[in-house]
Nanobody, 123 residues
């Protein structure tokens, strides 16, 4: 497992942008697939996007396509979620998660989770 810590959340107006960071411990971080998920009050945790270990492959939920971009800097043990054109329905706690296998959109496939960071988008 790897220890993950998210940061960068906050309050933003609709149409604005935020960049979330997911900092990881461990020298083998480059071997992990990292996914982003979010959970709004009263809703199930949902998939946002995922990046493979090398950073060459990403996959996004339909709600994120064209607005969100995931990247990683393995030298800094950090994965980023850049969010543009934010909408009130993007309001949620955002989590990063890691797994040492293929990319997956299923939360149960991930072994390590961060504590989450709150994103609030006002209308």
């Amino acid at each position: 497992q790897v220890l993950l810590v998210e940061s960068g959340g906050g309050l933003v107006q609709a149409g604005g942008s935020l960049r979330l960071s997911c900092a990881a411990s461990g020298r083998t971080f480059r071997e992990y697939v990292v996914g982003w998920f979010r959970q709004a009050p009263g809703k199930e945790r949902e998939f946002v996007g995922v990046i493979n270990w090398g950073g060459s492959g990403t996959y996004y939920a339909d709600s994120a396509k064209g607005r969100f971009t995931i990247s990683r800097d393995n030298a800094r043990n950090t994965v980023y979620l850049q969010m543009h054109s934010l909408k009130p329905e993007d309001t949620a706690v955002y989590y990063c998660a890691a797994r040492s296998w293929d990319i997956s959109a299923k939360p149960n496939d991930y072994d390590s989770w961060g504590q989450g960071t709150q994103v609030t988008v006002s209308s």
